[in-house]
């Protein structure tokens, strides 16, 4: 019988030593913009080195679309002051351009040209370039210049057969994780779905406060009605 995570995290605390060794990465992407908030147009600046070959340093989807990337790491402190130092390098050699701060990006006219990463003329960076073209294609350019953040981490069990028992435990959470970028670009960063959301639980409150106020009448006259009372927000 699987355990439920109360008692896996339970155990945890127990045996701290369990955990030994997590290693974590970040991995943040960015749009370059110019200081009108617009797209940049420009390649990738030659100050931050070869989006091919520079370990921390590259490009995603679009010319203009930066990433950083922290080496693995042991240290939560260490990994943040890494990524830290990235921007303030990358800003410090951009000239008159900025890092775009939000994942939803910069406005782009509709038909607007986004160019996609370039790697220079080796079999490698071409067939790098050929992949994004290949994904503007299938998706649209404009859907990949949304931009996020990436929060890997390895952890090594420590404690021979009772970690079996944990990674089976964990295993509903890690499935969940792993699809709540897609849930949250669905339910949360689209202004359409908010307001399609906002439209069912409305529906939903005020099918409850008829529900609950036939309750109520069964009840005592202190008796409280909670989704009674949130009504008038959704009238």
Known sequence: MIPDVSQALAWLEKHPQALKGIQR???????????????????????????????????DFAEALLEFITPVDGDIEHMLTFMRDLHRYTARNMGDERMWPLSMPCYIAEGQDIELAQYGTSNTG??????????????GALMQTISGVHYNSLCQWHSGKRSAVISRALMPK???LRAISALSAITIVSVGSFLICLVHLRRFVLL?????QRRCRLRKPSAVCITCRMRPLFV
Do not use: M, Q
């Open 208 to 212: 409850s406060c008829k529900e609950n």
């Open 126 to 139: 071409r067939f790098k370039t050929l992949y994004r073209e290949g994904l503007k294609n299938r998706y």
């Open 174 to 176: 890690r499935k969940f």
């Open 25 to 59: 990465g970040l991995e943040r992407e960015t749009l370059r913009v110019n200081a009108d908030g617009t797209l940049a147009t420009t390649g990738h600046p030659e100050a931050l080195g070869s989006a091919l070959t520079h370990k921390w340093i590259t490009t």
